[in-house]
């Protein structure tokens, strides 16, 4: 069946732009996360979504991030204003139920180069 | 607050030969911890994980982790390495009231010599 996917693959911008990211969960699954891997960082969580819930926000870095989640399914994580620093890969996962021992599913991320 | 710490950012290993990746975690309340791999321009895959139940837990592609209370440590391992097990490890801990959100160690690289 189909994974997660996330799109654009690629995304090079300059600085002081905005950009969407967009990540497809698998059907049915209510848990969504944004995690950001970089050099100097490693793998860090951004934000998560479940169900109708708020959305947990305490990884974001900056208020230049957000991100919202449509229907339940498809998310957009934007990053205003964007910095040299913001050059990432950014992954998005996804899991089905609420408790913290599920699995989670990773798409292929998002590399975003900030020029 | 919850940490990971993975001893050794590259481990090198000829084919055949035992395979041993380090992971020692911080928790205040009891954790859940995973192992997850990435090969090269592909999203990160489960190997395994403890959630309270048995201690030696094993995962897909014949790997295998125990938790070890008293060490905090889960280390990840595989008696026979081979040349696909060539990527980057990552062990992740989370517990019941953080939503899941997993807290990630700075990964090993794994190199497998023919």
């Known amino acids: 069946g189909a994974g997660v996917s996330q799109s654009p693959s690629n995304k090079v911008t300059e600085k002081g732009k905005d950009v969407e990211l967009r990540c497809d969960p698998i059907s049915g699954h209510t848990a969504l996360y944004w995690y950001r891997q970089s050099l100097g960082q490693g793998l860090e969580f951004l934000i998560y979504?479940?169900?109708?819930?708020?959305?947990?926000k305490s990884g974001l870095p900056s208020d230049r991030f957000s991100a919202e989640r449509t229907g339940g399914s498809v998310s957009t994580l934007t990053i205003q204003r964007t910095q040299q620093e913001d050059s990432a890969v950014y992954l998005c996962?996804?899991?089905?139920?609420?408790?913290?021992?599920?699995?989670?599913?990773f798409g292929p991320g998002t590399r975003l180069t900030v020029l | 607050a919850q940490s990971v710490t993975q001893l050794g950012s590259h481990v090198s290993v000829s084919e055949g030969a035992l395979v041993l990746l380090r992971c020692n975690y911080s928790s205040s309340v009891p954790p859940y911890l995973f192992w997850y791999v990435q090969y090269p321009n592909q999203g990160l895959q489960l190997l395994l994980k403890y959630t309270s139940a048995a201690t030696l837990v094993k995962g897909i592609n014949g790997f295998e982790a125990e938790f070890k209370k008293s060490e905090t440590s889960f280390h990840l391992t595989k008696p026979s390495a081979h040349m696909s097990d060539a990527a980057e490890y990552f062990c992740a801990v989370t517990s019941y009231n953080q939503g899941g959100k997993l807290i990630f160690g700075q990964g090993t690289e794994l190199s497998v010599k023919p």
């Open positions: 996962a996804s899991g089905s139920g609420s408790s913290s021992y599920n699995e989670q599913f």
């Open positions: 979504f479940q169900g109708n819930s708020a959305p947990d």
